[in-house]
């Protein structure tokens, strides 16, 4: 597990990361470290809210 850990942290430090691969590695390790909160959080910012509470980091204002 320690290779794709540090594969993760090197891939986030970056500055060309792609989030939907940072998120899918992340998701991988969350599901073998059995972190279910973590995971779920992954699942949600992949594919929606849908009806739960969206975070308030989520939300922008612009001009």
Do not use: H
């Amino acid at each position: 597990m320690g290779g794709i850990v540090l594969e993760l942290q090197q891939e986030a430090l970056s500055k060309d990361a792609n989030i939907e691969s940072l998120l899918r590695k992340a998701y991988a390790i969350a599901k073998k470290l059995k972190l279910k909160e973590f995971e779920d959080w992954i699942q949600l910012e992949q594919n929606g809210y849908g009806l739960r509470e969206v975070p308030e980091y989520r939300y922008v204002q612009g001009r």
